[in-house]
């Protein structure tokens, strides 16, 4: 294939997909105008600030919020496809909605809440992909890095757990296929990931290098299964993981996103994928610190087999790279995979600046819905009549931990069952010896827990001194257990196996808050399933 010197960096160019924040200022704004300008880049990827960006956050840097960030993004977006002469794909990370990265956005539950769903429920997860991909498009975004096809099967996971839809394979490959399916309904592209499976892994790679240990034939049994689905249902594109898998890797502990093997040799040759592969952010701990020469780590994902380098941050050093050591047929070969997804949304052809609007309603309902199916009742002892009669007899306490008595929950409950209320919110507010003293005297409690964080560091930044109430409480009274939050902080609330009763919630949204107060008084049923395997103690 003979093309110019100047046509084939042209075509390099499109590769490159540099991070961009929503909240940035105007002289990297102005840094970035220049990048697309100068080297024709195929695309951005959209961060919230760098203080939150991919390996940022262990910097510690306080993460600012500010109200106006989505306007902030449909303005950048506009601002940047007219510094382009070839239109950019716009991607940003939405597994749970824009709201994964902009504030004042309509927020859905997070993959580990949808995989509590029944399977006869798929339609739900569909709905999710659709709604997430129509906000995506009000702001001028054509590309969501989502859903996981990881199997969450290691709980000790830091990183992936309520990003998963769970540790069924089945499951999780058809609540995948189902979620990709409805953003390509609303016509944006989608992405599997982390190939070839991020989920049995105890290390983050944000910060070090994962290594799984499994041969080929245990990750086909099981991690490779919905990526399989995926290529089986022509997803748009596959994102290879910063995890060493030694097995495939001739023994050696190469990140896959640098690993010809992995990409190539699996992918591409064995699953048969021919569609566009996307690496990891290039930020990364596990294998940003790698090269010491700039450009050289782009040169390696992209020969390892790579299409777009995502997060790249050496743009100019690593055409450079790309174009000393790489042959135009395999250029082509990538460019071409970047086109078509560029024609598949539309953005060669026609104006590619948003469409549509923010629809929050239609969020609440679709939540509600997701609420009122996916409520999982884990300890049932006829928890109502429990309460009432309790109630009755004035030896009813509800507690609320982490949110104050105001609470959707409580409100939603006080209709038809007044009783003292308790809450602690945060050790500036109030002591635990306080709120013990105010509830000896009764019998039962309902329990509402908040749980503060989704990720697990530091038990969820769940204070020791509410775990020792929780096991006390449970050892002396009667208890009815909510946990709004990640199911995973469960196994670490010790005599849980003593409540009276136990309603895995999962988030804390006012429509989660409102059905599982209506569910407690209508005594209805909560088809809900555990999504990964928990131990209660």
């Given at each position: 294939m003979k093309m110019t010197a100047e046509a084939l960096k042209q075509k390099v160019g499109q590769f490159f997909f540099p991070a961009v924040f929503i909240n940035d200022t105007e002289e990297n704004i102005q840094e970035t105008e220049r990048l697309i300008k100068e080297h024709n880049?195929?695309?951005?990827?959209?961060?919230?600030?760098?203080?939150?960006?991919?390996?940022?956050?262990?910097?510690?840097?306080?993460?600012?919020?500010?109200?106006?960030?989505?306007?902030?993004?449909?303005?950048?977006?506009?601002?940047?496809?007219?510094?382009?002469?070839?239109?950019?794909?716009?991607?940003?990370?939405?597994?749970?909605?824009?709201?994964?990265?902009?504030?004042?956005?309509?927020?859905?539950?997070?993959?580990?809440?949808?995989?509590?769903?029944?399977?006869?429920?798929?339609?739900?997860?569909?709905?999710?992909?659709?709604?997430?991909?129509?906000?995506?498009?009000?702001?001028?975004?054509?590309?969501?890095?989502?859903?996981?096809?990881?199997?969450?099967?290691?709980?000790?996971?830091?990183?992936?757990?309520?990003?998963?839809?769970?540790?069924?394979?089945?499951?999780?490959?058809?609540?995948?296929?189902?979620?990709?399916?409805?953003?390509?309904?609303?016509?944006?592209?989608?992405?599997?990931?982390?190939?070839?499976?991020?989920?049995?892994?105890?290390?983050?790679?944000?910060?070090?290098?994962?290594?799984?240990?499994?041969?080929?034939?245990?990750?086909?049994?099981?991690?490779?299964?919905?990526?399989?689905?995926?290529?089986?249902?022509?997803?748009?594109?596959?994102?290879?993981?910063?995890?060493?898998?030694?097995?495939?890797?001739?023994?050696?502990?190469?990140?896959?996103?640098?690993?010809?093997?992995?990409?190539?040799?699996?992918?591409?040759?064995?699953?048969g994928y021919d569609g566009l592969v996307i690496s990891d952010a290039l930020n990364m701990h596990s294998v940003s610190k790698l090269y010491d020469t700039k450009g050289q780590l782009e040169w390696e994902a992209f020969n390892a087999g790579n299409d777009i380098l995502c997060f790249a941050e050496n743009v100019p050093e690593g055409i450079e790279a790309i174009l000393k050591n790489a042959s135009p047929d395999r250029i082509f070969e990538s460019y071409e995979r970047i086109r078509k997804a560029k024609e598949k949304v539309g953005i060669l052809l026609k104006d590619t600046f948003a469409s549509g609007e923010l629809n929050f309603k239609k969020a609440a309902v679709l939540n509600s819905e997701i609420a009122e199916n996916c409520i999982t009742e884990i300890i049932h002892n006829s928890n109502t009549e429990l309460v009432f009669e309790a109630q009755k007899n004035n030896k009813l306490a509800k507690l609320s931990l982490y949110k104050n008595t105001e609470n959707t929950f409580f409100k939603t409950l006080n209709s038809k069952l007044v009783s003292p209320e308790f809450a602690f919110e945060n050790t500036e507010e109030s002591t635990i010896s306080e709120i013990q003293k105010e509830i000896q005297n009764f019998e039962t409690i309902l329990i509402s827990l908040f749980v503060p964080k989704a990720k697990p560091a530091n038990n969820f930044e769940i204070d020791d001194t509410v775990f020792n109430l929780l096991s006390e409480l449970l050892q002396t009274k009667k208890c009815i257990i909510y946990v709004f939050g990640n199911p995973y902080v469960l196994p670490l609330i010790p005599n849980l196996k003593n409540a009276s009763g136990l309603i895995q919630v999962y988030q804390d949204f006012d429509e989660f808050q409102k059905m599982a107060g209506i569910k407690f008084l209508e005594k209805s049923n909560c088809p809900g399933t555990l999504p990964v395997n928990i131990d209660i103690q």
């Open positions: 880049i195929g695309g951005l990827t959209f961060f919230h600030s760098r203080a939150s960006a991919a390996t940022n956050y262990e910097s510690k840097k306080k993460v600012v919020f500010n109200d106006d960030s989505y306007e902030k993004i449909k303005a950048l977006i506009v601002r940047y496809q007219k510094a382009a002469s070839t239109p950019l794909l716009i991607s940003i990370d939405a597994e749970w909605g824009l709201a994964m990265r902009i504030e004042k956005t309509p927020q859905y539950p997070y993959a580990i809440t949808l995989g509590a769903l029944p399977e006869s429920k798929s339609d739900l997860v569909y709905e999710v992909g659709k709604q997430i991909a129509l906000d995506l498009k009000a702001a001028g975004i054509h590309y969501n890095l989502s859903p996981l096809a990881d199997i969450n099967n290691n709980p000790n996971n830091p990183v992936i757990g309520y990003r998963s839809f769970g540790e069924n394979k089945e499951k999780v490959a058809h609540f995948a296929v189902e979620y990709l399916k409805g953003m390509s309904e609303a016509g944006v592209l989608g992405c599997l990931k982390h190939f070839p499976g991020h989920g049995n892994t105890n290390v983050d790679s944000h910060l070090g290098l994962p290594v799984l240990k499994e041969t080929l034939e245990e990750l086909l049994e099981n991690e490779l299964y919905p990526f399989i689905k995926g290529i089986e249902n022509n997803v748009d594109s596959i994102m290879i993981g910063h995890l060493a898998v030694p097995s495939l890797n001739d023994g050696k502990d190469t990140s896959a996103t640098l690993s010809k093997p992995i990409i190539q040799t699996l992918l591409r040759e064995k699953l």
